[in-house]
């Protein structure tokens, strides 16, 4: 096994020695459309505790109870690759709570996504975060 390989298997593994196999995602431009004009709209909350306004499974449910999938989808800013469309497998990376954009929602999704090597999520997020800094009024 070649020096590369190790290091990406010893990353990806976990301290109990087994390996986790990490989906891989694609940027939802969609869902980076939705979140600038969220922010033109002055549709975000600046300051929030995440853990607590994150969208639980109901909330999800409830959610795609009176939206289709392509609405529930403009809500997060991954697409997991080979994931079924109408499924929330398919979708990761949440950004708010299905009206209005969460700044720590944003972080959140910037913190995870550099915390496991998804970086075209972590700049699709960072640049998020720096247009809503940038365009927002206190």
């Known amino acids: 096994m070649t020096s590369r390989l190790s290091e990406t298997l010893r990353l990806a593994g976990s301290k109990d020695g087994y390996l986790r196999v990490m989906p891989k995602y694609l940027v939802n431009e969609v869902a980076v ?32 109870e009176s939206h289709d999938w392509d609405e529930y989808g403009e809500w997060h800013l991954g697409l997991t690759e080979g994931a079924s469309p109408e499924t929330k497998g398919r979708y990761a990376f ?3 709570d299905f009206r ?39």
Request: glycine share 4%.
């Open 33 to 64: 459309a939705k979140a600038r004009d969220l922010i033109d709209g002055r549709q975000y909350v600046l300051r929030s505790r995440w853990s607590d306004v994150q969208p639980s499974a109901h909330t999800e449910d409830a959610y795609l």
């Open 100 to 138: 209005r954009l969460h700044r720590m929602g944003i972080i959140s999704c910037i913190y995870r996504a550099a915390e496991w090597y998804h970086k075209e999520i972590e700049l699709a997020a960072h640049e998020i975060l720096q247009y809503l800094d940038e365009t927002r009024s206190d």
């Open 94 to 96: 949440v950004f708010g």
